[in-house]
């Protein structure tokens, strides 16, 4: 069955620093990807998403993340966070038109 | 546009007493999608329709959830009778057709039955 992990549930960075927030994927054919983010007491608002080509992929806020299919994984990154970057990250995957997601990361960031 | 439009935000009701969760989707959008989200089970898709009419509901819980889609700018969640473990934010979440299938959510409704 197609699954998605986000090993990491906390990730504590301070402001400015950089961060990588880690996914894995199970899925036998090449995956459409997505991040998501959900600010506290909001809906998930889409980062950025993987269809195919490019293996790197620019989203919004200043996030990317890179496709690494020998790894199966999807790993989200930003060069330096601000504090407003404080919420939790859903890593993704669509199956058969549905997303199925991780159970996310909930960052924190300290200044 | 507005969004995907959900109400009421927030819910309080007593168990054993039925709950009707409203979204309006994105217009053009074929797509739509019901979400509960919990502390011990994350985010889960409940149903999903195509068209108005429901393709997926094998995230339904049990016969006391119902979801209905009359039209294409209107969907209902309904749970009769309501439980405490029903406890959770209801998302709704509409999208295109195309194969990428991006996903835009509500705001969600918090739901707890006392």
């Known amino acids: 069955a197609q699954s998605v992990t986000q090993p990491d549930i906390h990730i504590t960075v301070s402001e400015g620093a950089s961060l990588e927030l880690r996914c894995n994927y199970s899925?036998?054919?090449?995956?459409?990807l997505f991040w998501y983010v959900q600010s506290p007491g909001q809906g998930l608002q889409l980062l950025l998403k993987?269809?195919?080509?490019?293996?790197l992929v620019q989203g919004i806020k200043g996030f990317e993340a890179e496709f690494k299919r020998s790894q199966s994984s999807f790993n989200l990154r930003k060069p330096s966070v601000h504090w407003s970057d404080a919420a939790e990250y859903f890593c993704?995957?669509?199956?058969?038109?549905?997303?199925?997601f991780g159970a996310g990361t909930i960052l924190r960031v300290k200044s | 546009d507005a969004g995907v439009i959900q109400s009421p935000r927030h819910e309080v009701t007593e168990m054993g007493q039925e709950v009707t969760l409203r979204c309006k989707p994105i217009?053009?959008?074929?797509?739509l999608f019901w979400y509960r989200q919990t502390m011990m089970r994350g985010l889960e898709l409940l149903i999903y329709?195509?068209?108005?009419?429901?393709?997926?509901d094998s995230g339904m819980p049990e016969d006391r959830f119902s979801a209905k889609m009359p039209n294409a700018s209107f969907s209902t969640l309904k749970i009769q009778p309501s439980e405490p473990r029903d406890s959770a934010v209801y998302f709704c979440?509409?999208?295109?057709?195309?194969?990428?299938?991006?996903?835009?959510f509500g705001p969600g409704t918090r739901l707890t039955v006392l």
């Open positions: 979440a509409s999208s295109l057709t195309e194969d990428y299938n991006e996903q835009f």
């Open positions: 899925y036998g054919a090449t995956p459409y």
């Open positions: 993987y269809f195919s080509g490019d293996t």
């Open positions: 993704a995957v669509e199956y058969g038109n549905k997303l199925v």
């Open positions: 217009s053009g959008h074929d797509y």
């Open positions: 329709f195509n068209n108005n009419v429901p393709i997926d």
